[in-house]
């Protein structure tokens, strides 16, 4: 297939090298590449590519990013995907703002990240690496996608995954959510150490409403049983 790429941006990407690029593809699309060394048999379909497969199957979830096509190269697989015009991740939107995101704006983008998680979970991809530099937001319209299916970032794992215990599916998502929504509010992380994680030292560092501090502190909870399901979270108190 032809292809006529420029590259406008590098990009790092679970400690892989990868690069960001526009090619001409029935418009704009995001091109990322990554060593096939990393990633699996030539026989073999790469488990990032199989994964988006699931999740961008018909019909889809408009806080997914598309899959649009995959290839290998010589050296690298690469794999396009659609382009989301004029957005950042949302670590680096928080960062951008003169002041903390308002309840209102981040209840808002909070309901899309979890509703695009829930269609993960019903296609049946466990997402092991939800946090804010995995979610774009596109700057004028707030709408927010999910991307990168790859490996955890553990200063967003629970307590249990932390220990190396054995942990399940959603209550693991739920923790990362909260972590997620926790950051968003505050502007960092509720715990610096994995020391912190196990003995679960954290304070809310930011003066919130008492619906927003409960939702926080029950995906936040130190036993997985006590964790909301995906379900429960959308019919809080605090995004209803």
């Given at each position: 297939?032809?292809i006529?790429?420029?590259?406008f941006?590098?990009?790092?990407?679970?400690?892989?090298?990868?690069?960001?690029?526009?090619?001409k593809?029935?418009?704009?699309v995001?091109?990322?590449?990554?060593?096939?060394?990393?990633?699996?048999?030539?026989?073999?379909?790469?488990?990032?590519?199989?994964?988006?497969?699931?999740?961008c199957?018909?019909?889809?979830?408009?806080?997914?990013?598309?899959?649009?096509?995959?290839?290998?190269?010589?050296?690298?697989?690469?794999?396009?995907?659609?382009?989301?015009?004029?957005?950042?991740?949302?670590?680096?939107?928080?960062?951008?703002?003169?002041s903390?995101?308002?309840?209102?704006?981040?209840r808002?983008?909070?309901?899309?990240?979890?509703?695009?998680?829930?269609?993960?979970?019903?296609?049946?991809?466990?997402?092991?690496?939800?946090?804010?530099?995995?979610?774009?937001?596109?700057?004028?319209?707030?709408q927010?996608?999910?991307?990168?299916?790859?490996?955890?970032?553990?200063?967003?794992?629970?307590?249990?995954?932390?220990?190396?215990?054995?942990?399940?599916?959603?209550p693991?998502?739920?923790?990362?959510?909260?972590?997620?929504?926790?950051?968003?509010?505050?502007?960092?992380?509720?715990?610096?150490?994995?020391?912190?994680?196990?003995?679960?030292?954290?304070?809310?560092?930011?003066?919130?409403s008492?619906?927003?501090?409960?939702?926080?502190?029950?995906?936040?909870?130190?036993?997985?049983?006590w964790?909301?399901?995906?379900?429960?979270?959308?019919?809080?108190?605090?995004?209803?």
């Amino acid at each position: 297939r032809d292809i006529t790429a420029t590259c406008f941006s590098p990009h790092m990407g679970d400690a892989l090298p990868s690069q960001l690029n526009t090619i001409k593809y029935s418009g704009n699309v995001w091109l990322w590449s990554v060593p096939t060394f990393h990633l699996c048999l030539p026989q073999e379909i790469p488990e990032e590519v199989s994964l988006m497969q699931l999740v961008c199957a018909e019909p889809t979830n408009p806080g997914i990013i598309q899959l649009l096509d995959w290839y290998r190269g010589p050296r690298e697989i690469v794999i396009v995907m659609e382009l989301m015009e004029s957005s950042v991740d949302l670590s680096q939107f928080v960062k951008m703002q003169r002041s903390p995101l308002s309840e209102t704006q981040v209840r808002n983008i909070f309901r899309q990240i979890v509703k695009a998680v829930q269609h993960c979970h019903s296609r049946g991809v466990f997402h092991r690496d939800i946090k804010p530099k995995n979610i774009l937001i596109q700057i004028p319209t707030e709408q927010i996608k999910l991307i990168d299916f790859g490996s955890g970032t553990w200063l967003y794992a629970p307590p249990e995954c932390v220990a190396r215990k054995s942990y399940a599916a959603v209550p693991t998502t739920v923790w990362s959510l909260g972590v997620t929504l926790y950051m968003i509010l505050c502007g960092h992380l509720p715990f610096k150490t994995s020391d912190e994680i196990i003995k679960y030292r954290f304070n809310i560092t930011r003066d919130l409403s008492e619906e927003c501090e409960d939702l926080i502190r029950q995906c936040l909870s130190f036993s997985p049983k006590w964790r909301p399901t995906l379900e429960d979270i959308l019919v809080h108190q605090w995004l209803c």
